[in-house]
């Protein structure tokens, strides 16, 4: 019975049209400048209405990845698609996409208004109604209505921002591409932006492709981050699983806080631990190392375990070199063994005393659930 339900299962797979292309496809894309490959071999997926990050250090190579799906830079190999159509041979104009950069020129000579409109004119859109309702609804999605006869020179950086914003999703383009759009706010208003960029995305369903290089800005807009080191994608995942389960050492340093140990891996069928030199034996998880591999182990601050006092069974002693207020939390800088140090944080309500009393110098016991501390391939 069971056979014969998934064989014809498999039979209407097989008969079932092909599934609908993706926003953007990267097949192998690759690129060289002069002797130098900036962007290794990358394949890449990213859906339709999705909000995909590529998050990576400066010079990684976003920006020259998001130039070739723009069609600014050709790929010195590989194929890029665009709604399942290849754009080898298509100039930027032609193509179904916008872009937001970081230096954003708004025509100081022209109201907020007819900036925002300023390419459907281009374009041979008639002004009434059709622009006029395009530039309309735009505006509204920014919050921007009351702003629509002010000059550039008359608005704060933010609302700057806001109306380059409506300027890139007005004629409703599958895709808009995000260059660290915005490096130039401070970091309040760069904070409301961010909620207000991914509401945006939510309300008009476009495609967007954001570059950052800010962690904390990926993992708070993305539906997915591509995580990128020198030229290579290290992992494409959503922001919680890239967090939890970072792929590599790369990853996990540079997501987030992490506290990383070098040691050599050992385990059982049942659990896992890890050597580390001048520190003992640690629990981990069980991990895809094999037995006396040099492996790094990974383990969140939140996650440390903190007690005042000496060591017991199962915990590392430690010192506290400080503690430091930092608003929202604490965070308690301790060294365990010589080049050994950790960082756990607590937040700052917590109503835990004996911690808060802590003060440099003082003897530590910390420890964490081994399925908190994560094994990965040094
Ligand atoms: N036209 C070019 N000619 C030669 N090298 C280039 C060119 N454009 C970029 N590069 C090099 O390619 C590498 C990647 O640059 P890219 O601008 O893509 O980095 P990025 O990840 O966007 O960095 P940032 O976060 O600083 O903007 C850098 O080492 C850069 O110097
Ligand atoms: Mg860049």
Redesign the pocket.
Known sequence: MTTLASSAAADATTVRAPREAPAIRLSGVTKT??S?T?VHPIDLRIEDNEFFSIL??????????MRMIAGFETPTGGSIELAGRSVESLPTRKRDLNMLFQSYALFPHLSVRDNIGFELKVRGRKRYPERDAAIDEALALVHMERFADRKPNELSGGQRQRVALARAVVSRPSVVLLD?PLGALDQQLRKEMQVELKRMQREVGITFVY?T?DQEEALTMSDRIAV?SE?RVQQIDAPRAIYDHPANRFVAGFIGTCNLLDGVYHSTPAEATVDIAGVGSVGASVGAASAGESVTLAVRPERLRLRAGSAGGGEIAATLLDAVFLGDEWRYILRAAEGVQLIATRPSHSSDDELTRLAPGDVVAVSWAADDARVLAS
């Not at 010079?59 to 020259?64: F, L």
């Open positions: 400048f002069g130098i900036v990576g250090p400066s010079g990684c190579g976003k920006t020259t990845l660290e570059v290089h990128m030229g």
